[in-house]
């Protein structure tokens, strides 16, 4: 016997969304959207510091804090030395960024941190169970970056784009493998994104209040991250086609100034602070801002385009970049040929009352010129700067499926056709995710998670020493940090440039030993020896005065 249509589950389900208030049901999947964002991005919120880019950033801040702690610190700046710098001039100072985030993650470990955090290190010893309390503020800044993120869509494109917006960018790979990682990069997208959302708010309402918001978001962005500066240019761009020369010329000036003055500011005391302090070359006295963007060469234009698919590809995934661009080149012929986009539009659904913002534009342009700027990063700095791409392939993407909706609806079958192409897009990143995580925290990986190293390491060497490596060859930072020794990065270099080092950290008087990952890893002249220890993925020499070749 058939039921009455009324008694029907799906037609009961259908009814009872049907009479819930439009906002009170978009809260609802905003909510259940971050919900699902944050699941993933927790797995390994308290996991210990991996072999990539999470362990050198990582293990980085997780030492400036201690050394803020312990009063270690040149001026506002973090110094990075493993153990008490003997004089001042031998602190390793690091001024590549602004000192806020550093600051965060000190004070993010003074109120979660285990007990003993901050006295571990009087043992030769690196604390326990830092590694959560480190990343919460990092993983707390994503989520912010996410309301954000659905917030400036939904002011662009309507409440639609923001939501698929929003749920593509819970499942972007780069964010989930990145949720906690400590560094600028995602606080700076967090702020970056809120600069953004008070700069459409005044557009769209010409309040003295959000302008001003705007300007107070600005200097903040610019005392987290860089990277923010690059998305000014085409919020500039946008005020002047909406608003005209005279009102655009106000909010330039507030936020060029805003942006400015925090970059000065960091300039002075950056200077200050290396006066007196060690500073290599592999982290540079960065007080010039020449020494920060190294964008390419015209001659190597072509390379880098090529270059930056490929990072984009690997960190998000061929499906979501390919998506966007595709929306990002759809909207340009839109703007380019209003006909052409009258027609387009007249496929959306729902219709659209308001004048849309060119939200994807100033995503797209801003991206792209983190990375362009950024060009002579690192290679652990290339991947988490993939994380301002986020917004803009997410948006992106949203939007070539709500271009899709209106043809879709006429199917008869709902929103099932559009929240299954939805999850087509977004699914694929969560598989670039899995690969990714295993190359970095996978039991099956011929070189040892940092604490293993770091154990293997300590048992190894005594205390006070300095362990030389090739950057190549895969440990980082954290390495050093679990095995409370000096660990150097370097490429080609002689004994005696080791022995200058040493000296310089304040380490002269201690051994030095080389750590290899490979057999073949060893100094030319130390090749016929037995290494001092080995085993199947690691093996230690011992430096001497007779190792003068480079190696």
Do not use: K
């Amino acid at each position: 016997m058939v039921q009455p249509a009324t008694q029907r589950p799906g037609r009961l389900l259908a009814e009872r969304v049907a009479s819930v208030p439009l906002a009170r049901l978009e809260r609802l999947c905003v909510i259940l959207l971050v919900v699902a964002a944050l699941l993933p991005r927790l797995r390994d919120v308290g996991e210990e510091f991996d072999r990539g880019v999470d362990g050198e950033r990582g293990a980085q801040f997780a030492v400036a804090a201690l050394n803020y702690q312990r009063g270690e610190a040149a001026g506002a700046y973090p110094v990075l030395n493993l153990e008490p710098a003997p004089r001042p001039e031998q602190r390793l100072v690091d001024t590549s960024e602004p000192p806020l985030v550093a600051l965060v993650a000190w004070n993010a470990l003074r109120l979660l941190g285990p007990a003993g955090w901050d006295s571990a290190w009087r043992d030769g010893a690196p604390p326990r169970g830092v590694e959560l309390p480190l990343r919460v503020p990092f993983v707390a800044a994503q989520l912010l970056a996410l309301l954000l993120l659905h917030s400036v869509a939904r002011e662009a494109y309507g409440p639609a784009v923001a939501l698929l917006g929003l749920a593509l960018a819970g499942a972007s790979a780069v964010g989930i493998q990145f949720a906690g990682l400590a560094d600028g990069a995602g606080p700076g997208l967090a702020m970056t994104l809120l600069v953004v959302h008070f700069t459409l708010r005044w557009i769209r309402r010409a309040q003295r209040a959000d302008l001003a918001l705007a300007g107070a978001s600005t200097a903040l962005a610019a005392g987290v991250s860089f990277g923010s500066f690059a998305f000014l240019p085409g919020l500039w761009f946008v005020a002047w086609r909406r608003l005209g020369s005279r009102r655009a010329l106000s909010f330039v000036s507030l936020t060029a100034a805003c942006t400015l003055v925090p970059l000065l500011l960091h300039l002075f005391a950056a200077r200050a602070a290396l006066e007196h302090s060690l500073t290599p070359p592999h982290v540079g006295t960065l007080g010039q801002l020449r020494e920060i963007f190294t964008p390419p060469g015209l001659d190597r234009l072509g390379v880098w385009v090529v270059d930056e698919w490929q990072h984009a590809v690997t960190a998000h995934g061929a499906v979501i970049v390919v998506v966007a661009l595709s929306a990002f080149s759809l909207r340009s012929l839109r703007a380019l040929f209003p006909r052409l986009g009258e027609q387009l539009a007249a496929l959306e659904h729902p219709q659209r009352t308001e004048r849309e913002l060119p939200l994807l534009g100033v995503l797209f342009v801003g991206a792209a010129l983190v990375q362009f700027a950024f060009d002579g990063a690192s290679s652990a700095s290339r991947e988490s700067l993939q994380l301002w791409w986020i917004p803009a392939f997410s948006v992106g993407g949203a939007l070539a499926l709500h271009q899709l909706g209106g043809p879709l609806l006429r199917l008869r079958a709902g929103l099932s056709p559009l929240a299954l192409l939805t999850l087509a897009i977004a699914l694929p990143g969560l598989g670039v995710q899995a690969a990714w995580r295993a190359r970095t925290r996978g039991a099956d990986q011929s070189v040892p998670m940092p604490s293993a190293t770091g154990a293997w390491l300590a048992e190894a060497t005594p205390p006070g020493s300095l362990v030389l490596y090739d950057r190549r060859s895969g440990p980082n930072r954290a390495v050093g940090f679990y095995a409370w020794r000096t660990l150097w990065p370097t490429g080609a270099l002689d004994a005696e440039r080791a022995a200058q080092v040493a000296t310089a950290l304040g380490l002269g008087d201690g051994p030095r030993f080389w750590l290899s990952t490979t057999p073949d890893g060893a100094p030319s002249r130390l090749t016929t020896r037995e290494p001092l220890r080995a085993d199947a993925s690691l093996r230690l020499w011992r430096l001497d005065d007779s190792a003068t070749e480079d190696f």
